[in-house]
């Protein structure tokens, strides 16, 4: 299985891929997607182009997007959901179902606690991917959130062959 993270975001939007063979998680590529243009619809564009690049690029498999937080702002809300859109959109475009985490999930899955930091969820990820090259906080928590999917698909596949023996 090879699982596609997504952390969302407008201006960069974070990227990491890890293939899972049973218990063995092995990091593949990460990276972050920056958005350009002068208006939204030149940049939610240039994100969606982007996704696409990575995700001909690696093939992956499954896909793995973080829900987001309700802001104070509800301008700054309604905007990080449009790019939340292009990452649910662009694999979806592939043909690839995409699961969705709340980012406490994420957290307590990856680090243990549900409140962690950024450093602390780094660390872990670090941990888990021996050897991998972190692109900056965005791309460490997109591994993070591919991580956390990787331990929920596989106890879900788990729970649902122990059902079809019963």
């Given at each position: ?69 309700i ?27 995409v ?26 990820v ?10 900056g ?9 591919a991580?956390c ?13 122990a059902?079809?023996?019963?």
């Amino acid at each position: 299985m090879r699982v596609l993270g997504i952390d969302p975001g407008l201006r960069r939007m974070g990227w990491g891929i890890i293939d899972v063979k049973g218990n063995k998680l092995t990091h593949i590529a990460n990276g972050v997607c920056c958005s350009q243009g002068n208006d939204l619809a030149a940049r939610l564009l240039s994100l969606f182009g982007q996704m696409e690049e990575v995700l001909t690029t690696w093939h992956p498999n499954q896909a793995a997007v973080e829900n987001t937080f309700i802001n104070k702002d509800g301008v700054s809300s309604l905007k990080l959901a449009q790019a939340r859109a292009i990452a649910l959109l662009a694999p979806k475009k592939f043909g690839i179902n995409v699961s969705e985490y709340a980012p406490n999930k994420v957290k307590k899955t990856v680090v243990g606690i549900g409140h962690a930091d950024k450093q602390q969820i780094s660390h872990m990820v670090q941990l888990q991917l021996p050897g991998v090259q972190i692109n900056g906080p965005d791309s460490s928590d997109a591994l993070a959130i591919a991580i956390c999917h990787s331990y929920h698909s596989v106890s879900n596949n788990r729970f649902q062959q122990a059902l079809e023996k019963v």
